[in-house]
């Protein structure tokens, strides 16, 4: 393998595991999407509302940190690409994209918290 390839796969490795790490996140979303619908029917959930906002908080905010690692991961790939004079020409569009990502959980993370400061009022 050339030293492009082993810094590449190192890169696609990482991805890797980001990318498991969001499935996980997703699934705890489907997860407490499904507490929250249990709730609405007067069903017994799995969480209480405490322990839900808290995982919550906790799943976006991995979100948020994956997110910016794959920001960083795409300026190393290009970066990458650049020192052995590669040229792609989607790895501006993949940047981004990373960035467009960013702000969304970014703004996914705000809803949360406000949502869970909202909550807090209300039952006060």
Known sequence: MT????EEADLIKVQIILSFILL???IISILLSYNFLL???DKEGFYNDEDSFNILIFNRTVMLIV???FIYINIRDKDVKEKYSLDDEFTDL?????????MATLIAFYIAVKSITSY???TI
Request: hydrophobic residues 40%; charged residues 10%.
């Open 120 to 122: 807090k009022n209300s």
């Open 67 to 69: 997110s910016l690692i």
């Open 3 to 6: 030293n492009y390839e082993l």
């Open 24 to 26: 996980f996140t997703t």
């Open 39 to 41: 709730n609405f029917e």
């Open 94 to 102: 993949q940047i981004w994209s990373s960035i467009f990502n960013f």
